[in-house]
């Protein structure tokens, strides 16, 4: 008992020193008004990270920096966001690894197809030094990657036909992120690879100007894609992280301790987005069923026939990163299967 009271009473102390550490920095934190923009809506995946994200650095804050999240593209699409991050006309936002290869040609190597088969693999790599190292290379562009969250394992969707086979993407108009590497892939398969940012995505596939997508379950439940696409196939034919990245010209005025506050809010959030991600994931496929989707699960042979295919758009991968990058990337990821 006595033990149990003696680590109580620690605990309560660390808690109370950490948090009057930061009281003790109170005069290195100024009140500020943070922009933080996304893609999805906000009962999602992504906007309840965003919004723990804001929590928390209120909370370290003392509440002098609000962190004001914009759901739903409101802010512009990834790309609108990222070149005001740049300009310094907005401070923070998460989105897609696929979507900065723009600004950071080594982003692309996130976009390898099947390069990772299980999400704590992912974590690990991506977590690693590899995963640091690409981030660092924002700096040089006007950002700075603070953590990767968990888009997810990216599957297929379509109003036309359920894909069990490379072969049944042809015809397929199938929309894709502005992204040479997935625009590479799906022409392989033989769809009509049709690159819009995702804030178009939904009238696009309302309207019939593409027959398809590919993301994740989550993305489908959330942006409500089973309304207007009745064939699921699951292929997990990538991986996709987000990045939570900053204004460089923003984070280079902030003190030390408003830079730790971002940065461990950044971190709580991903650990718990992962999870949540993780947990709603699982439940997704019966859910999206019960919405009217019919799905199937892509067999391990025709996986193995779509892998073949995508192959030489691994090679548009290392054109765009270096075969050294590369290498990199995959003895991590050879290491984090072990
Ligand atoms: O902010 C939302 C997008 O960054 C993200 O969901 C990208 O997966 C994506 C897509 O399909 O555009």
Do not use: C
């Not at 804001?54 to 609108?80: I, M, P």
């Not at 690990?124 to 603070?146: C, F, N, S, T, Y």
């Not at 892998?307 to 290491?335: C, N, S």
């Amino acid at each position: 008992m006595k033990r149990l009271l003696i680590s109580t009473l620690a605990a309560a102390l660390l808690g109370s020193t950490l948090s009057l550490g930061y009281a003790q920095a109170a005069d290195d934190i100024r009140p500020r008004m943070i922009r933080f923009g996304y893609g999805l809506n906000e009962d999602s995946n992504q906007g309840r990270a965003a919004k723990l994200l804001a929590e928390e650095v209120a909370k370290a804050s003392g509440g002098k920096l609000k962190v004001r999240t914009f759901a739903s593209a409101s802010l512009g699409s990834d790309d609108q966001m990222q070149n005001a991050l740049i300009g310094g006309a907005q401070e923070m936002m998460v989105g897609s690894t696929a979507t900065l290869v723009g600004i950071s040609k080594e982003m692309a190597v996130w976009d390898t197809p099947f390069l990772f088969t299980d999400p704590r693999q992912a974590d690990q790599v991506l977590d690693g030094p590899v995963g640091r190292q690409v981030m660092d290379k924002l700096e040089e562009k006007g950002l700075v990657g603070l953590v990767y969250w968990e888009n997810g394992f990216r599957n297929v969707t379509n109003s036309a036909r359920p894909i069990e086979k490379y072969e049944d993407f042809n015809g397929i108009k199938l929309r894709v992120m502005p992204n040479p590497v997935f625009i590479d892939t799906f022409k392989r398969m033989g769809a009509n690879a049709v690159p819009l940012p995702f804030s178009e995505l939904f009238t696009a596939l309302e309207t019939k100007a593409v027959d398809g997508q590919e993301n994740p379950f989550n993305t489908i439940l959330s942006s409500k894609f089973y309304e207007v696409q009745k064939y699921l196939s699951v292929t997990n034919h990538v991986y996709s992280p987000w990045i939570v990245t900053v204004s460089k010209r923003w984070w280079d005025g902030l003190s030390a301790t408003e830079q730790d506050i971002l940065m461990k809010a950044a971190e709580k959030a991903r650990d718990a987005e992962r999870e949540d991600t993780r947990r709603e994931a699982s439940q997704a496929l019966a859910t999206l069923k019960g919405r009217g989707m019919q799905i199937n699960e892509v067999s391990a042979d025709e996986i193995q026939r779509m892998r073949e295919r995508a192959q030489p758009a691994i090679q548009t991968v290392i054109d765009a990163v270096g075969q050294e990058l590369f290498d990199q990337v995959q003895a991590e990821v050879e290491k984090a299967s072990q």
